[in-house]
Nanobody, 115 residues
Framework: QAQLVESGGGLVQPGGSLRLSCAASGSVFSIYVMGWYRQAPGKQRELVAIITSRNTTNYADSVKGRFTISRDNTKNTMILQMNSLKPEDTAVYYC?????????WGQGTQVTVSS
């Protein structure tokens, strides 16, 4: 099993930046596909970005060019660098790890973009 803990959320003004971290424990981190998802009030959870065990990345169109996903397998950590934040980026951000039928989620961290 894997345990995931997110950190780094908070309140930021439009145009600002935040760096989210996902710390993983309890399993072999490097073999999992990792991803960031978000859920805004009244909306379904949506994919933000994913990164495979070979560091292949994919982004939602809404965040391309603004967000960067990365992972450090030596530290069992995944990062989401978020720049040029917009009010519509406001949501709870979740970390996800997946390998085959095994799927794990973190508890989420709130990101609020507001002036």
């Amino acid at each position: 099993q894997a345990q995931l803990v997110e950190s780094g959320g908070g309140l930021v003004q439009p145009g600002g930046s935040l760096r989210l971290s996902c710390a993983a424990s309890g399993s072999v981190f490097s073999i999992y596909v990792m991803g960031w998802y978000r859920q805004a009030p009244g909306k379904q959870r949506e994919l933000v970005a994913i990164i495979t065990s070979r560091n292949t990345t994919n982004y939602a169109d809404s965040v391309k060019g603004r967000f960067t996903i990365s992972r450090d397998n030596t530290k069992n950590t995944m990062i989401l660098q978020m720049n040029s934040l917009k009010p519509e980026d406001t949501a709870v951000y979740y970390c996800k790890a997946a390998r085959g039928a095994s799927v794990y989620w973190g508890q989420g961290t709130q990101v609020t973009v507001s002036s």
